[in-house]
């Protein structure tokens, strides 16, 4: 399918660069994220389908394990696991000829990874959606406009003239991590031109009911128990249009906390009325930290406040961070920056 992009993101130069590395059969690694979502998993996924599927030696090795809802994924079962198989993992890195990062834009993004991405041989291709990326990559493909790392792998495809390669298992991968990112195709970034890809990939075979239903339907007792204490724990701060969610570590244990349960859990404050900030703090006792979710509706700049305060960053409308203090010296500094932003949190 031909499609008229608004955004030219990836040059020709790094087009050909990719063609010619791919050009005879490689050692081939294909990195996502550390906790890796939907996104970081279908586009890897995806890619490897492919890469595999030309002929390359291609491994997916993910920093750490990801949510039981994305196992259902075509090629979930041969990710390899950096905490668990490590020295494979190891060796992967350091004879890999190739390495693709997918979803993310800096080496400190992979955990206890990082240091065996420095120190690979290894060609580095970047696929990323992120703001601000850092350099450490031959070829770059890099669009902050992009709705996912999932759409970007469809143009890149597009760039290989290999659109027509795509089997039903990649457009189950790629949809996935589309409708994920976009928060089922209603975020900003979400263009006509990312509809004409959906529609591509039901064509090629992504089941989109089912996908809906393996990635949304997948509610246990315990975490719809989670969701309720998050809920009640939610606090709204009427003069700056926010609210705020704490979880503590005792209430996740108290409801059997799995990995992926609070996800999509800061975005209900987004659907009060008047509400463009939204956030959650949710402390995490092994790794010492509160984890932290920013989700802004509008302009405000997430991003923006996640770098310049908790130590993240993300997106203008969905950001990360972190804070290594408790959660009342967490929120109570947190509560003490809004000031210097009511007019951009009120006009
Ligand atoms: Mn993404």
């Given at each position: 399918?031909?499609?008229?992009?608004?955004?030219?993101?990836?040059?020709?130069?790094?087009?050909?660069?990719?063609?010619?590395?791919?050009?005879?059969?490689?050692?081939?690694?294909?990195?996502?994220?550390?906790?890796?979502?939907?996104?970081?998993?279908?586009?890897?996924?995806?890619?490897?389908?492919?890469?595999?599927?030309?002929?390359?030696?291609?491994?997916?090795?993910?920093?750490?394990?990801?949510?039981?809802?994305?196992?259902?994924?075509?090629?979930?079962?041969?990710?390899?696991?950096?905490?668990?198989?490590?020295?494979?993992?190891?060796?992967?890195?350091?004879?890999?000829?190739?390495?693709?990062?997918?979803?993310?834009?800096?080496?400190?993004?992979?955990?206890?990874?990082?240091?065996?991405?420095?120190?690979?041989?290894?060609?580095?291709?970047?696929?990323?959606h992120h703001q601000e990326?850092?350099?450490?990559?031959?070829?770059?493909?890099?669009?902050v406009h992009?709705s996912?790392?999932?759409?970007?792998?469809?143009?890149?495809?597009?760039?290989?003239?290999?659109?027509?390669?795509?089997?039903?298992?990649?457009?189950?991968?790629?949809?996935?991590?589309?409708?994920?990112?976009t928060g089922?195709?209603k975020f900003k970034a979400t263009t006509?031109?990312?509809?004409?890809?959906?529609?591509?990939?039901?064509?090629?075979?992504?089941?989109?009911?089912?996908?809906?239903?393996?990635?949304?339907?997948?509610?246990?007792?315990?975490?719809?128990?989670?969701?309720?204490?998050?809920l009640?724990?939610m606090v709204i701060l009427e003069a700056y249009n926010t609210t705020y969610i704490t979880?503590?570590?005792?209430?996740?244990?108290?409801?059997?906390?799995?990995?992926?349960?609070?996800?999509g859990f800061v975005n209900y404050g987004l659907t009060l009325d008047n509400i463009r900030f939204a956030v959650i703090f949710?402390?995490?006792?092994?790794?010492?930290?509160?984890?932290i979710s920013f989700r802004s509706a509008g302009d405000f700049d997430v991003n923006n406040f996640a770098r310049q305060f908790f130590n993240g960053g993300g997106h203008t409308n969905a950001a990360g961070g972190?804070s290594?203090?408790?959660?009342?010296?967490t929120i109570s500094y947190f509560e003490s920056l809004l000031p210097q932003f009511k007019k951009a949190l009120t006009k």
């Open positions: 399918m031909v499609l008229n992009c608004i955004f030219a993101a990836m040059n020709l130069e790094h087009i050909n660069a990719l063609k010619k590395l791919l050009s005879a059969p490689k050692k081939i690694a294909v990195i996502p994220h550390k906790n890796p979502d939907g996104d970081a998993i279908g586009s890897t996924l995806a890619l490897w389908h492919y890469l595999k599927s030309k002929g390359h030696e291609t491994v997916v090795v993910a920093p750490n394990d990801f949510p039981k809802f994305l196992k259902w994924m075509p090629g979930a079962e041969s990710v390899l696991n950096f905490e668990k198989e490590n020295t494979q993992a190891k060796n992967i890195l350091h004879n890999a000829e190739i390495i693709f990062t997918l979803d993310f834009n800096h080496l400190g993004r992979v955990g206890q990874m990082t240091e065996y991405l420095e120190k690979a041989a290894a060609a580095f291709v970047m696929v990323d990326p850092s350099d450490y990559a031959e070829i770059m493909y890099s669009d992009m996912s790392t999932c759409e970007m792998v469809y143009h890149l495809l597009d760039y290989l003239d290999a659109t027509d390669d795509i089997t039903s298992e990649m457009a189950n991968c790629i949809y996935t991590g589309i409708m994920t990112d089922s195709f006509s031109t990312t509809h004409r890809i959906i529609a591509d990939l039901i064509d090629k075979g992504a089941d989109n009911t089912a996908i809906h239903s393996r990635i949304y339907d997948t509610n246990s007792p315990s975490r719809l128990h989670l969701l309720g204490c998050a009640k724990n979880l503590s570590q005792k209430e996740l244990d108290q409801y059997k906390f799995t990995k992926g349960d609070t996800e949710i402390e995490n006792k092994e790794e010492g930290i509160l984890k972190k290594d203090f408790s959660i009342a010296e």
